[in-house]
């Protein structure tokens, strides 16, 4: 009875062996299967959006030449049309015009000549420079009085080269001492009053004595 019964509990193990082995193996298979396609997955597992966006700057403009972050921009000049400087007034005339002459409010030298006049060529290009060097400072005028005695307006010019001094406001210029030492001029006054009407010189004026004269007006 006992060897019956160990029998059967021996056949009950070996039956519950038989059972539970491949049960465990099926188990092992499994947890074997699950690990090795677990490991796949997370390596191959989706980075995040906010992870995997590529953040970009933003494309700066297209420039011929690249500008340095410490460069600063040269700022550009805005055209300006040119303007024109108004032709000069000639300093020779052939129409005496007082008005025109003293219409520039600037001290005014006449001067009466001839082209065939053998000293007021000679006088020529030192007036010539003076009106170029002087030019909005002191009007000078120049006629040909031969060619034309309406030329002088009037004035007494008894001989050539003869010239006249005015300051700015038309008045006759009144040399101080000091350049009536220097300089030999006519003065004409009003029978009437006695005041100066005219101061004029006669014959060849350097540059210098122009220059004097004109600096004793304090235009110069």
């Known amino acids: 009875m ?6 059967k509990e021996e056949m009950d193990r070996k039956k519950a062996a038989r059972i539970i082995v491949p049960l465990i193996i099926i ?4 947890m074997m299967w699950f690990i090795k396609n677990r490991e796949p997955a ?7 959006a906010k992870v995997a ?30 303007v024109e400087e108004p032709a000069r007034i000639p300093m020779e005339y052939t129409v005496y015009d007082q ?21 007021c060529q000679t006088m020529k290009p030192d007036l010539t420079a003076f009106y170029e060097e002087t030019y909005g400072k002191v009007t000078v005028r120049y006629a040909d009085v031969w060619e034309d005695a ?3 307006g009037g004035l007494p010019a008894m001989v050539v080269p003869t010239q006249f001094f005015f300051y700015a406001d038309g008045s006759p210029y009144q040399p101080s001492e000091e350049v ?3 300089i030999y001029f006519y003065q004409y006054v009003y029978r009437d009053s006695g005041e100066l009407a005219l101061t004029s010189h006669q014959g060849i004026l350097t540059k210098e004595q122009m220059y004097m004269i004109f600096e004793d007006m304090g235009a110069l």
């Open 53 to 82: 966006q590529k953040v970009e700057s933003p494309t700066p403009a297209a420039t011929d030449t690249p500008v340095s972050e410490t460069q600063e921009e040269v700022p550009t000049t805005p055209e300006v049309a040119e």
């Open 42 to 48: 997370a390596a191959t597992a989706p980075i995040p």
């Open 150 to 152: 309406s030329r002088t």
């Open 2 to 7: 006992m060897g019956k019964k160990f029998w």
């Open 180 to 182: 009536a030492q220097k």
């Open 99 to 119: 008005q025109e002459f003293f219409s520039h409010n600037l001290p005014l030298l006449l001067d009466f000549g001839a082209a065939a006049c053998g000293p």
């Open 27 to 30: 188990v092992l298979i499994g």
